[in-house]
């Protein structure tokens, strides 16, 4: 007969996503299994950000990326602080580099009170330069409750809440097939001890390989899987002394928020992302690409030296848009969308998903069996 393990809930992806979810079934009573593909936690998008704490700002009002961003936003500061979890609230400056652009920061500063955040403030070209004197800018918008995180810390520190409760994180263990029985869903997991499991719950947090692994489900209609874009975003790093305290943002431009500077925890700076609509995953960054980062930086830095930039990595955004599309909302797919019990499959969980993974682990709850 058939060896056939039980388990009441399967998280597939020990990406941010993944471990935040699999954090709150724990604490929520839940027996966990944590399936990764890789030999590690956070290999794909959530290792290849930009480590930003996002205020939610930007996001079309009454969305999941705008709700769960600044739901998110507070509950991943608190949990930073108890945790011990390196992060600094450096706030970012998002500036109009001429008297034209004026109306679109007056455009994003309405957006951003639309989703409750209040806490924007307007500096003009003198405010802006007793802030950082290098920038240059007509106005700008100046958010303090944007930030900066250590992504692997704080997965880290997810994993470890979650394997404290009782979760087990099994790596090297990718998803074979899958098939929707009456009161169960069946894995096929390889890997070295190929195994099967009968799952209550199935939460597939895959990331990139989120549409791969729902296309491997038996029973699951397909027209519930979304075509997937892969939005691949290139950072340069900054050769030499960074003149910045906060991060720099320009007015956003298609498929994502401009050519902006972030900071990591040491000060040391990076631009990017640029946008590269890519066909395969693929992390090379090409340093001719660097050219027109100089271009974009010039706008609002325009003492940056030529041969200053150098090529850094790139991440991949799982978007449900192409290039020509309009932006799209993260799916939280669960069985009121595909008539599935015990099933979610998150789509499209890109920026702000670093920000809002203790908010939408708490929305992937709402989907599960009980």
């Known amino acids: 007969m058939e060896n056939i393990n039980k388990i009441e809930c399967v998280v597939i992806g020990a990406g941010v ?39 939610g700002i930007y996001y079309q009002s009454n969305s999941l990326k705008a709700r769960l961003c600044v739901e998110g936003n507070k ?5 930073c602080k108890t945790r011990g979890v390196p992060f600094k609230r450096c706030g970012k400056l998002i ?12 455009l994003i500063h309405r957006n951003a009170i639309e989703n409750n955040v209040n806490d ?29 995180v250590d992504s692997h810390a704080l997965m880290l ?31 096929n997991v390889g890997g070295l001890q190929p195994t099967k499991l009968s799952c209550q719950n199935v939460i597939n947090c895959a990331g990139l390989h989120a549409q791969s692994i729902a296309n491997k489900l038996i029973g699951l209609n397909q027209k519930y899987v979304p075509e997937i874009h892969y939005a691949k975003g290139n950072y340069f790093s900054l050769i030499g002394k960074n003149p910045f305290k906060h ?4 007015i956003p431009e298609e498929a994502g928020l401009g050519t902006h500077l972030t900071l990591d925890l040491g000060g040391q700076a990076r631009f990017g992302p640029d946008v590269e609509w890519i066909k395969n995953i693929d992390y090379s960054v090409d340093a001719s690409r660097g050219q027109s980062f100089y271009n974009s930086i010039q706008n609002y830095w325009p003492g940056i030296k030529n041969h200053s930039l150098q090529p850094s990595y790139s991440g991949i ?15 939280i797919s669960g069985p009121q969308t595909h008539g599935v019990e015990g099933l979610v499959n998150l789509f499209g969980i890109e920026s702000p998903g670093l920000t809002a993974s203790l908010a939408i682990s708490k929305e992937v709850i709402k989907h599960l069996r009980q």
């Open 17 to 55: 996503i993944g471990l935040a979810v699999a954090r709150e079934l724990t604490l929520n009573g839940r027996e966990v299994i944590i399936l990764e593909a890789e030999s590690s936690i956070g290999t794909g998008t959530s290792s290849r950000n930009s480590e930003v704490i996002h205020a």
């Open 75 to 79: 509950n991943l500061y608190n949990y």
């Open 95 to 106: 500036v109009a580099a001429n008297k034209e652009q004026i109306h679109n920061l007056q």
């Open 120 to 148: 924007l403030i307007w500096l003009n070209q003198n405010e802006v330069y007793e802030l950082e004197p290098e920038l240059s800018a007509f106005a700008a918008l100046f958010s303090p409750s944007t930030g900066i």
């Open 157 to 187: 520190s997810y994993q470890g809440d979650a394997e404290n409760n009782g979760a087990v994180t099994v790596f090297n263990s990718p998803i074979l097939t899958g098939e929707i029985k009456h009161n169960s869903i069946l894995l």
């Open 247 to 250: 991060l720099i943002y320009p």
């Open 317 to 331: 955004r799982p978007k449900l848009n192409g290039a020509t599309g309009p932006s799209t909302d993260f799916m």
